[in-house]
DNA sequence: ATATCGATTATCT
DNA sequence: GATAATCGATATG
């Protein structure tokens, strides 16, 4: 398995980092790399949106439902993957945010594929053409899950600020530039709130374009 | 026990 | 732009 010359940069971010109110998680991430690591694969790729969820108050986020066997995570301690399965088809990735006892997560919903693009592909069930195929990876909470190879059953609870865990979460030298904000994507509840945060001009963010501050006018 | 619906995506027109 | 696919969690009876 080729292992990228970066591979000691990528050493996971403290459990502090999470311990904090999901929007400012959310913004803070953007840059970050997600890291993927076994036996077998080895999967980097650049945070480039993230939406927040808030704590019970927040009637879009899945803890408004209460502490369940599902939502247990998200109620837990900071920095650890919170994995749901929706739509019938597709996982999507949280890390779990503020302190034990409390609410709170961070959607990922799309990265820049850094290593492994190949394996992504595969996992993925796309062809590499073109280099605008690449779009197709990670673009999408859905997508990324399945490019990464997150499952439920995998990755619910796990660790990710310990490398041991095969799913971690690392800062390198790179520096975010722009961040656009807009509200969430997807949802029916608090559809205004400006919780979606994006790198600006990215072409790997989800969504037609970048969504607007407002997504729709009236 | 059954009905509803969703933090999505692929595949149409 | 619109819609089908697909199934687990949740709500309702």
Redesign the pocket.
């Known amino acids: 398995m080729p292992t990228p010359s970066h591979r000691d940069d990528l050493t996971p971010l403290e459990r502090a980092f999470f311990a904090r109110p999901p929007q400012r998680v959310a913004r803070a991430l953007l840059g970050k790399v997600l890291v993927r690591q076994d036996k077998n694969e080895f999967l980097t790729g650049r945070i480039v949106e993230t ?1 927040a ?1 808030l704590g019970k108050d927040d009637p ?4 408004a ?2 502490n ?4 247990a995570v ?1 109620f837990g301690p900071p920095g650890h993957a ?1 994995v ?7 996982y ?1 990735l ?1 890390v779990s945010c503020e302190r034990d006892g409390k609410a709170g ?3 990922f ?1 799309a990265l820049e594929p850094l290593f492994g693009s190949e394996q992504m592909a595969q996992k ?1 069930k ?1 062809a590499l053409a073109t280099t605008r195929d690449l779009l ?1 990876l990670t ?8 490019a990464f190879g997150i499952t ?1 059953a995998r990755d619910n609870g796990c660790d990710l600020t310990s490398d041991t865990s095969g799913l971690w979460i690392a800062r390198d030298n790179f520096r975010a530039g722009k961040v656009g904000i807009s509200a ?6 608090a559809v205004d709130d400006p919780l979606r945060f994006f790198l600006s001009g990215n072409p790997f963010v ?1 969504g ?1 374009k970048n969504q607007p501050a407002r997504p729709k006018t009236r």
Do not use: D, W
Not at 139 to 146: F, N, T, V
């Open positions: 939406e969820y879009a986020s899945h803890s439902a209460g369940t066997a599902r939502t998200l919170y749901y399965f929706i739509y019938g088809n597709y999507c949280n997560g961070v959607l919903r993925r796309v197709k673009s999408g909470p859905g997508r990324l899950a399945q439920r969430r994507i997807g949802i029916t509840k989800s037609p």
